[in-house]
């Protein structure tokens, strides 16, 4: 059976990033394995915003070049982005919230995305949580998510 990635903002900036610690083992994850890889549409905003800021630090040249391969990994199927529902998905980020796992209110909601739009849409496939945030990870595990 294929697992179902569900992968954090801070998974993806990393495989992108080549001077993030984890990066090549990310990518390698994310990119080059028969996994279906899941991640909000939250994502492409976070990933924005990160990606920007990469650049104002000197960290990368050219921010377009990085927002470019983001939309077209997207576009070919290799990270899927899921819509935002608020109706569904806020009432579940807002229970996260109110649990006993700290967590930030963006971290919960991409844990209410897997929670409840990724599982449904692998149709039963086991999703776990790829984030690189170790209260989010036990958010997740607390919620039964298993993590990486």
């Given at each position: 059976m294929v697992t179902a990635l569900y992968v954090d903002t801070s998974a993806v900036v990393s495989a992108y990033l080549a001077d993030e610690v984890d990066h090549h083992e990310l990518r390698a994850l994310l990119f080059e394995g028969e996994h279906i890889v899941l991640t909000s549409e939250l994502t492409r905003v976070e990933f924005a915003s990160a990606i920007k800021?990469?650049?104002?630090?000197?960290?990368?040249p050219d921010a377009a070049e990085f927002l470019a391969q983001?939309?077209?990994?997207?576009?070919?199927?290799?990270l899927n982005l899921i819509p935002l529902a608020p109706h569904r998905i806020m009432?579940?980020?807002?229970?996260?919230?109110?649990?006993?796992?700290?967590?930030r209110t963006l971290d919960a909601i991409h844990l209410a995305v897997a929670m409840n739009?990724?599982?449904?849409l692998v149709g039963g496939a086991p999703v776990v949580l790829v984030t690189r945030d170790q209260r989010q990870a036990e958010a997740a595990k607390a919620h039964g998510i298993?993590?990486?």
């Open positions: 800021a990469a650049k104002r630090q000197g960290r990368i983001f939309d077209e990994d997207t576009e070919e199927g290799m009432p579940r980020a807002r229970r996260v919230v109110l649990g006993d796992q700290p967590v739009d990724a599982v449904s298993e993590t990486r």
